[in-house]
């Protein structure tokens, strides 16, 4: 079992930058790819960008490439997502989750929702126009 909890989201303006983080525990930090998705109101949840078990691995969604970065810090379980140039229609609840990747895979990165086995509760992030 992993726990994942997500941290740093908050109400921003358009344009603004914010970090989030995603503290995982539980199990072997190292061994999972890990990934970010999103949820707005009335929309389904979306990938936004994902990156492998050894960090040397990234992808990212379109909408976001060029202003999100994804990063690893496997020493303290956490995976971060900087998100820069902040747009309104960034405002979702973003949640972060995690895939048992084996040795084998070690740059793969996944996009898909169903292939993460893990999930935190979500951090809301909100940013005004």
């Known amino acids: 079992q992993v726990q994942l909890v997500e941290s740093g989201g908050g109400l921003v303006q358009t344009g603004d930058s914010l970090r989030l983080s995603c503290a995982a525990s539980?199990?072997?930090?190292?061994?999972?790819?890990m990934g970010w998705f999103r949820q707005a109101p009335g929309k389904e949840r979306e990938f936004v960008s994902a990156?492998?078990?050894?960090?040397?691995?990234?992808d990212y969604a379109d909408s976001v490439k060029g202003r999100f970065t994804i990063s690893r810090d496997n020493a303290k379980n956490t995976v971060y997502v900087q998100m820069a140039s902040l747009k309104p229609e960034d405002t979702a609840v973003y949640y972060c989750?995690?895939?048992?990747?084996?040795?084998?895979?070690?740059?793969?990165?996944?996009?898909?929702?169903?292939?993460?086995?893990?999930w935190g509760q979500g951090t809301q992030v909100t940013v005004s126009s």
């Open positions: 539980g199990r072997t930090f190292s061994n999972y790819a």
């Open positions: 990156i492998s078990r050894s960090g040397g691995g990234t």
């Open positions: 989750a995690a895939h048992y990747s084996p040795p084998s895979n070690t740059g793969r990165t996944y996009i898909n929702a169903y292939e993460y086995d893990y």
